[in-house]
């Protein structure tokens, strides 16, 4: 993937970032107004975690820029690992933030006064609904940029914005059940919401670290790795074949089998072309090695099936 290439994927994550952030400062102040007026501990806190996206985008965008940092001299593999120490930030402030909201529904739950909490008013039935269209649209929006430039960040980032909306899911659902008789169904919501907000951040939490660990690619990525592979004329097998995780990037190392009567040059050259067919059909390939074997014998079933694919 060239530089320009890697330019214009942040700049289409910053456009899409800023637009974020401004839907949502919108989104949690029009909320919390809301849930203030209408006496909605349910909105109140969903509120609040519209908020918490502001900053979780504000962390993906610092992400985005420091990993889209050319190599230098102190990091010759590049920067991208650093996107994954953010998000692993995002993940521990987003579970704090989830486990106070939950607290604070489970202290009023195990009060039993249910009397004492205030019954929500139809402002917050109203902003729960506008909540749960305009998050919506903001996954879908983010969604569709992600697949654009294939940013793990920026899908992140989407399913903060779906997690918003079911959130606000549990919360037009308690507020539906405080008006009819069932107070405690508003705070029970605001548990229900931390819930979401827990799993999130436990899934970016994992996310980041199998990315920072090295992590192989799925068993889907590796098999069209190896169909590409056997495509080019020359390749007789493939000795091995490893995928990492580095960032939101790929590298990978195969080591080929050609004909060991070839001259360097044709064995360099076979090399060249599964070398080039991997970096342009896979995209997120950063780095791909290529180390030629003399072919050792007959080919296996497997691999004589995957040639003849």
């Known amino acids: 993937m060239s530089q320009q290439e890697t330019d214009t994927q942040k700049k289409v994550a910053m456009k899409v970032s800023r637009v974020s952030i401004i839907v949502n400062l919108l989104l949690s102040a029009g909320k919390l107004l809301a849930g203030i007026i ?17 900053f979780s985008t504000i962390i993906v965008m610092i992400g985005i820029h420091i990993s889209s940092k050319k190599a230098d001299k102190e990091h010759p593999y590049g920067h991208e690992r650093l996107e994954c120490v953010a998000a692993i930030v995002l993940a521990v402030v987003l579970f704090a933030t989830g486990a106070g909201i939950g607290w604070s529904g489970i202290e009023k739950i195990i009060s039993g006064n249910s009397s004492s909490i205030a019954v929500p008013g139809m402002l917050a039935l109203a902003a729960a609904i506008i909540s749960i269209v305009v998050k919506e649209w903001m996954y879908w929006y983010t969604k569709i940029a992600a697949d654009k430039i294939h940013s ?3 899908k992140a980032d989407a399913w903060h914005h779906r997690s918003d909306a079911l959130s606000s899911i549990g919360a037009l659902i308690g507020i539906i059940g405080a008006r009819m008789g069932y107070p405690v169904l508003d705070p029970l919501a605001s548990v229900l919401i931390c819930a979401f907000i827990l799993k999130a951040a436990i899934d970016i939490f994992m996310d980041a670290v199998n990315k920072m660990v090295d992590k192989a690619c799925d068993d889907s990525v590796v098999d069209a790795l190896q169909k590409c592979i056997y495509s080019q004329n020359g390749v007789l097998g493939i000795s091995s074949l490893q995928t990492r995780m580095f960032g939101s990037k790929i590298y990978v190392d195969v080591e080929i089998e050609a004909d060991g009567k070839q001259t360097l040059i044709e064995a360099h050259d076979i090399a060249q072309k599964v070398h080039d067919a991997i970096e342009k059909e896979f995209v997120l390939v950063k780095h ?4 030629v074997n003399p072919y050792k014998g007959k080919t296996s079933e497997a691999e004589v099936s995957e040639k003849e694919k």
Do not use: K, P, R, T
């Not at 209408?38 to 909105?43: D, K, L, T």
């Not at 969903?46 to 918490?52: N, Q």
């Not at 791909?288 to 180390?291: A, E, L, N, R, T």
């Open 38 to 54: 209408a006496n909605s501990g349910a909105m109140i806190s969903d509120a609040i975690h519209s908020a918490s996206d502001v």
């Open 152 to 154: 793990s960040a920026l």
């Open 288 to 291: 791909c090695m290529v180390h």
